[in-house]
């Protein structure tokens, strides 16, 4: 990714701060093994986000709970800085044994040689809180995690969160002649890549960080992201029209962990994690689901502006992605996922859109 001087500053700071993060837990065991002599059994995690996002959080607690305290997750945030491959990067250190866990949103692993979670980023397949946990559900999660194995991996979970819809500079992304030569900052994915551009737009691997130096340089002119993420991450007035109905897809958190590692913990051990990772994708939905309200609000009094796009317009965006369904269909285990949600989707209830508050209704 070529940055402008004030980018490159933007990078030297992050690098100076994950060597500061890492400083900070030198003393821990690298194998993620005890500390001391009959001390608990910490397990690390690389994570690439700032934060853990709450589901992967949700993770963690119910490991401390479950286990007492006797097994700990110590979490490496910011793997990868933000780079195009972060997290890609967290994937091949789980696999080595850099680290013992690891999370990472679904849409990559299709650029890393596991094709089974494609059907999970079809542009606006699931676009319900309603049909995300169905095929939570479902059988499809544990059909997908076995895949895993081929990057030598041990798939603990997945984990529902976010629905993912456009946001824009200058004006809402409502049909396909909105998208036209606009630049769309978006994850590492090349089924979202395609998406984007089959609407006309060019996709700009950018977030973090680069998300909000892109936007301030021009570089893109919008992207796709959760409510949360666009509140926490993202100065509100500089990308301010949500296309509030527009579900493009939904995030799903992938938890998995190094198979050497996991055969190294007691029976009892690993059944603490796969409980904890079990509930968490059970909870997993309802914890997300409900904030999407407070968070428009919250958005709205800070200068966003949402718009709805016409039955017409929703029809336009799904003719114009058709040609992703047919390259999706061509891999048999795809098109069989893929006809497993969609049968999901005619049997369950779309649910609500989240309301826009007085005053924050785009009028374009």
């Known amino acids: 990714m070529k940055l402008t001087k004030a980018g490159a500053l933007l990078a030297l700071a992050l690098a ?25 059994v910490v397990l690390r995690m690389a994570s690439t986000s700032s934060d853990l996002p709450p589901v992967v959080a949700e993770f963690t607690r119910r490991v401390q709970v479950l286990s007492g305290g006797s097994v700990q997750i110590q979490v490496i945030n910011q793997w990868g ?11 091949h250190a ?20 596991v094709p089974g979670f494609r059907a999970l980023s ?9 049909l995300e946990n169905a095929v939570l559900e479902s059988s499809l999660p544990a059909r997908m995690l076995a895949g895993l194995s081929t990057v030598h991996l041990t798939g603990l979970a997945v984990l529902g969160d976010g629905l993912r819809r456009p946001v824009s500079v200058h004006r809402p992304l409502l049909a396909p002649a909105d998208w036209h030569g606009l630049s769309i900052g978006t994850y590492r994915s090349g089924v979202q890549e395609q998406a984007i551009r089959a609407l006309g737009a060019t996709p700009v691997v950018a977030f973090g960080p680069y998300r909000t130096h892109d936007l301030a340089s021009g570089t893109i002119q919008g992207f796709e992201l959760d409510m949360q993420r666009y509140l ?40 603490w994690l796969q409980r904890a990772a079990d509930g ?31 039955p017409a317009d929703l029809a336009a965006l799904r003719r114009s992605l058709s040609v992703v369904y047919q390259n999706l269909e061509i891999d048999p285990q795809t098109r069989a996922f893929l006809r497993q949600i969609q049968a999901l989707k005619r049997t369950t209830p779309p649910g609500p859109v989240p309301a826009i508050p007085a005053g924050c209704a785009d009028r374009h």
């Open 16 to 40: 100076a701060a994950a060597a500061s993060g890492c400083s900070a837990s030198a003393g821990a065991d690298k194998a993620g093994g005890t500390g001391v002599a009959g001390g608990p």
């Open 94 to 113: 789980v696999a080595a044994g850099a680290v013992d866990l690891g999370w990472a949103g679904s849409e990559v692993f299709d650029t890393i040689g």
């Open 280 to 310: 968490a994708a059970r909870t997993s939905v309802t914890l997300v689901a409900g904030q999407d309200g407070p968070y428009v609000r919250q958005a709205c009094a800070l200068g966003a502006r949402f718009a709805t796009a016409t």
């Open 232 to 271: 926490q991450n993202v100065p509100v007035p500089s990308a301010r029209y949500v296309a509030t109905n527009v579900a493009l897809w939904t995030l799903f958190d992938v938890l998995f962990a190094n198979p050497a590692r996991l055969a190294s913990l007691t029976s009892q051990q690993r059944a």
């Open 81 to 91: 800085d933000y780079a195009p491959s972060n997290e890609a990067q967290a994937v």
């Open 122 to 130: 079809a542009p606006m397949l699931i676009d319900s809180y309603s």
